[in-house]
């Protein structure tokens, strides 16, 4: 096809021709062939478009000579004007902007309108792509800022012994957040938005702040605020010795006679032993050693003096 002639583009080493319309076919065999992965994603006041590089000519050769991209845009679908340079916005010329990066933002939109975007590659020879598939409509919307945030660390206790923590978040209209040690948020980035997250404090003793940030759908960031919380730590446990077991003192000759004398109490007053009433037992430990009933009467001995006491009928 012909291309149609409205300035000269100066390059460092070859000129390079524009398009008021986007191409409908390619203008030869040795044109890129279309770029793809063409997206448009609006935002507040301007639309970011992207695509990936094509890598060969339409003659499927090794596309060496890429010069740059022209972007076409409408906002009826149907007549799409140049916005790289070179074409008629308001009866004037616009000056020609050389886009050569995979990326490009149209700041010159309004929100709450359409808009739709073709895209176009060319070579250092002035042939032209086709035209890539029509992006979507898209309509640029006011960002929405995220309202009534807040964080608090371990429910807002004033201390802590240990560097693990947990988060408590709130924020209106949030979709992501960035949660820091610091106020530069240096090391972390962006993660879907929730209501509780486990955090690691920095290290040492001291008052410890975490940071955190929160985004709409948007786009729209709050601005940064924080929780502090000291870090202490724990106190050492002191043990304590045991007491060392004391051993049973040593039989003397007078304790070994009194043994004898008791076992041979025992043995003699185990015969009696009828019924043994453990109550009363209890009430008189320590002194009591063998406690018997027969034909209706209840007594003791007791050993230091081998007598026998009697408690009563029971």
């Known amino acids: ?42 935002g507040d006041s301007q639309i970011t478009l992207s695509w990936k590089a094509p890598t060969q000519n339409e003659d499927d050769s090794t596309l060496e000579n890429l010069a740059g991209y022209e972007i076409y845009r409408s906002m009826d679908n149907i007549n799409f004007s140049n916005l790289s340079g070179n074409s008629i916005a308001g009866g004037i010329f616009r000056k020609n902007i050389l886009i050569t990066e995979t990326i490009y933002i149209d700041r010159d939109v309004i929100n709450g309108i359409i808009y739709y975007y073709k895209l176009a590659a060319f070579n250092t020879r ?29 429910e807002g206790a004033q201390e802590t012994t240990s ?37 690691i404090l920095t290290s040492g003793d001291g008052l410890k702040t975490v940071y ?9 960031v709050s601005e940064t605020i924080s929780d502090t919380i000291t870090l202490r730590a724990p106190e050492e446990e002191t043990e304590i010795p045991e007491k060392p077991t004391e051993e049973p003192p040593k039989e003397t000759a007078s304790t070994q006679e009194l043994g004898v004398t008791i076992k041979k109490v025992i043995e003699e007053e185990k015969k009696l032993v009828t019924k043994v009433d453990k109550n009363l037992s209890k009430r008189v430990s320590g002194n009591i050693l063998l406690q018997v009933e027969k034909r209706g009467e209840t007594w003791y001995v007791y050993p230091n003096n081998e007598k026998k006491y009697y408690l009563g009928r029971p």
């Open 126 to 154: 002035g042939y032209y792509s086709e035209s890539s598939i029509l992006s979507s409509g898209v309509v640029p919307t006011p960002q929405i800022i995220p309202t009534n945030t807040s964080i608090t660390i371990n």
């Open 163 to 199: 560097q693990g923590v947990i988060l408590t978040l709130s924020a209106t209209n949030a979709a992501q957040m960035l949660v820091g040690n610091t106020s530069d948020f240096i090391g972390v980035s962006w993660e879907p938005y929730a209501t509780s997250k486990s955090w």
């Open 212 to 220: 955190v940030s929160f985004k709409s759908s948007t786009g729209g």
């Open 1 to 42: 096809m012909s291309i149609l002639d409205l300035s000269l583009v100066l390059l460092p080493t070859k000129p390079i021709k524009a398009l008021l319309y986007a191409p409908a076919e390619s203008s030869g065999t040795t044109a890129p062939k279309t770029p793809t992965e063409f997206k448009a994603i609006p």
